[in-house]
């Protein structure tokens, strides 16, 4: 057994692993039952099982989805209905939710890099307003993180500037660390940290390496998630 993050919880499956995260957003939305909620949703194949879940039967009537809003971790910086835009991925998977068109915050991806880490970034303090900023109220509710192979999150490559941004919430990755390797639009530490909550989702054997290596001490991108955190592994992960 690996030795595993600190605040890790081991689900027998991947299935178990998405209805573990969904029980925590019904909950939240319970115990806020008057205001929006924001919740930042991570890319990649992981969470797909997750979003697929909310969308079904089990948690479509259970979820506030006029009061919930969606925002991206972050972003391929192809166009939406590109196979590669998390963006599309979500609306796939949340084809049969409810979702209010102003409720899904996507990363914009029609100009060029730095304009649309501009716009991300005025699309995030537009939804918070200036009065929320200076009371330091996290940005989200709920983030929801996957872990990379290289031991990546969100799109914080190692080796890449923007896993060093300390007062930005958005930052551009012009040349990603793996695939697909298309420039990236990325939240930062300092954003993907202001959450009431955080939830790591690793699932699968390939995830085995890159968390034996943060067991290890490596400075790796996933060893900088921090705020209120919690890692949702399989069993398959965990090698338990
Ligand atoms: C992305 C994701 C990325 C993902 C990891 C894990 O845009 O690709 O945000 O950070 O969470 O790469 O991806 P899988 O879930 O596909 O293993």
């Known amino acids: 057994m690996i030795p595993l993050p600190t605040n890790s919880e081991i689900l027998a499956d991947s299935d178990a692993v998405a209805r573990a995260a969904a029980e925590r957003l019904t909950a939240l939305c319970a115990a806020a039952p008057d205001r929006p909620i924001a919740v930042c949703l991570s890319g990649g194949s992981t969470p797909k ?14 979820l506030p989805w006029a009061r ?37 915050h996507g990363i914009p991806a029609n100009g060029s890099l730095a304009e649309d880490t501009a716009a991300y970034e005025a699309a995030l303090k537009a939804f918070y307003g200036a009065a929320a900023l200076d009371r330091n109220r996290p940005l989200f509710d709920l983030v929801l993180l996957g872990l990379g192979e290289d031991g990546h999150t969100a799109s914080l490559f190692p080796g890449k500037a923007a896993i060093d941004e300390a007062h930005a919430w958005v930052a551009p990755v012009p040349e990603a660390g793996l695939a697909p390797f298309v ?12 959450a009431h909550g955080v939830l790591v989702l690793v699932t699968g054997e390939a995830k085995r390496t890159p968390l034996q290596r943060l067991a290890e001490g490596e400075d790796l991108p996933a060893a900088r998630i921090t705020g209120p955190v919690t890692w949702l592994l399989d069993r398959a992960a965990s090698d338990t």
């Open 49 to 62: 099982r997750l979003y697929a879940l909310l969308a079904g039967p089990d948690y479509r009537g259970a």
């Open 183 to 194: 420039p990236r639009i990325t939240l930062t530490f300092p954003a993907l940290a202001s």
């Open 68 to 104: 919930l809003h969606w925002f991206f971790g972050d972003e391929r910086h192809v166009p939406w209905d590109d196979a590669a835009s998390n963006v599309r991925m979500v609306r796939d998977a949340f084809a049969d939710a409810p979702i209010p068109p102003g409720n899904l």
